[in-house]
């Protein structure tokens, strides 16, 4: 069945330093969503993609979808402490798969 | 407009016991997914309904098994529980259309004891 892997689990970093999380399917995928879970919270959508090879900005947050549709990554740029949560992904075909998740610490 | 709710917030059973939970979709959806979440880790797609109907089901045992009413409200049934059904279980809603999103409820946290 489909698999969705997400790196790395955690990621602890510096405010105003940069982070990545990569996330990898076992299938090709229709399209991919993020999502964000503050602790305590419960996921909270943040964007899809559906072309192979697009690219979505929201602020400091870059979003790409890889060409073969079977990977993709998010980027922040400077974080900030607001930044703090577990960033999850997850990839569509008949149904929502998410990967385990990057939980992103920052220290002010 | 009230988004997805969830009860109750939490719940405490003993192992071999039934447990019940209810989600409220989002007005405006019509289908109901349910995912478990383990401490840790990512959300488990457990299955979705839709038209009353379930429609995927990810690889969790036939203990587990759901509803969903005519108003989209849908339950979620676990029969003989086992201390690893410990977990917070998560409902979302969405339109019934592969690209769109999924909006979360708060959860219920089951602890089986």
């Known amino acids: 069945g489909q698999q969705v892997m997400q790196i790395p689990q955690y990621q602890h970093v510096q405010e105003g330093e940069d982070f990545t999380t990569y996330c990898n399917s076992s299938t090709t995928l229709s399209n991919i969503q993020w999502y964000k879970q503050r602790p305590g919270g419960h996921p909270v959508f943040l964007i899809q993609l559906v072309k192979s090879g697009e690219v979505k900005k929201q602020k400091r947050l870059t979003f790409q979808f890889g060409e073969a549709k079977k990977n993709s990554s998010l980027h922040i740029t400077a974080t900030q402490t607001t930044d703090v949560g577990t960033y999850f992904c997850a990839g569509a075909n008949n149904d929502m798969r998410f990967g385990a998740g990057t939980r992103l610490t920052v220290k002010p | 407009d009230a988004g997805v709710t969830q009860s109750p917030t939490h719940l405490i059973k003993t192992r071999g016991q039934q447990v019940t939970l209810r989600c409220s979709p989002k007005?405006?959806?019509?289908?109901v997914s349910w995912y478990q979440q383990a401490l840790g880790q990512g959300p488990q797609f457990i299955f979705q309904y839709y038209e009353e109907e379930e429609r995927q089901r990810g690889n969790f045992p036939d203990r587990f098994s759901g509803h969903q009413f005519p108003n989209y409200s849908s339950e979620l049934n676990v029969n003989a529980l086992l201390l690893g059904d410990s977990a917070l279980y998560l409902c979302?809603?969405?339109?019934?259309?592969?690209?769109?999103?999924?909006?979360f409820g708060n959860g219920t946290r089951l602890t089986v004891t």
């Open positions: 979302a809603s969405k339109v019934r259309s592969d690209n769109s999103p999924l909006h």
């Open positions: 007005s405006g959806h019509d289908t």
